[in-house]
């Protein structure tokens, strides 16, 4: 289980024991704690692109950013949607992630492992990795039309009650980061669910338009 701390975020236990790392899981009206930490940024578009973070600001149009510069903050922000962080804890390289379903299909966190292969040397079998809040399987409500892409990945992917389809997008995404070749003892799951977790965490699902966006960073120290 993730540890909230005084200032309302969430920490991963996983990577609090990387002291090299910074890194939190934002919620409602927390982006205040970035003020003083310029971060890099995207245009998210809910993408398969993973670009490279060099210095604070936009980046580009993407759903990943990695880093391997040290004070260099990436992060991404979620209304549902899963945050995901990553980091090589022999090379001292990370990422973060922007899931929702569309770049979950098109298996965005996988062609973030190979980024991290491609740019640092970053070896799968070293990478710590951190799934932050979103919408769960118990509330995730979704069409034929997008049950099917995830039919790869079956086996408690996504399940059925009545004539209701209910997407376990966390669970694709271990799936996903297991067949890069991360190992599952190195997954750690937050396990809370934006839609049915109340005013605590910004749901587009509950919310619609009007719904805020939380905030998920990490840097090397």
Known sequence: MFRKTPDNLYLSP???RLPWLEHAFGVRGSEQWMRDRPAATLRQVHSAIV????????VGEGDALTTGGQG??????????????????????IA?????????????????????AERYGSRAADLVTAIGPGIGGCCYEVGSEVSEKF??????????TTAVLRLDLAGVLVRQLVDAGVASHRIELCGLCTFCGGEEFCSYRREGSMAGRM?????IK
Not at 51 to 58: D, F, I, K, N, S
Not at 151 to 160: E, I, L, P, V
Request: glycine fraction near 8%; aromatic fraction near 8%.
């Open 14 to 16: 996983a990577l609090e």
């Open 51 to 58: 670009l490279e973070a060099r210095a604070p600001g936009l």
């Open 72 to 93: 260099q903050w990436i992060a991404v922000r979620t209304a549902d949607c899963y945050p995901v962080i990553l980091a090589d804890e022999r090379l001292r390289a």
């Open 96 to 116: 973060v992630v922007h899931c929702g379903w569309r770049g979950t299909a098109a298996e965005i966190v996988a062609r973030t492992v190979d980024a991290m």
């Open 151 to 160: 039919h790869q990945w079956q086996g408690g992917c996504y399940k059925t």
């Open 215 to 219: 905030m998920s960073a990490v840097a």
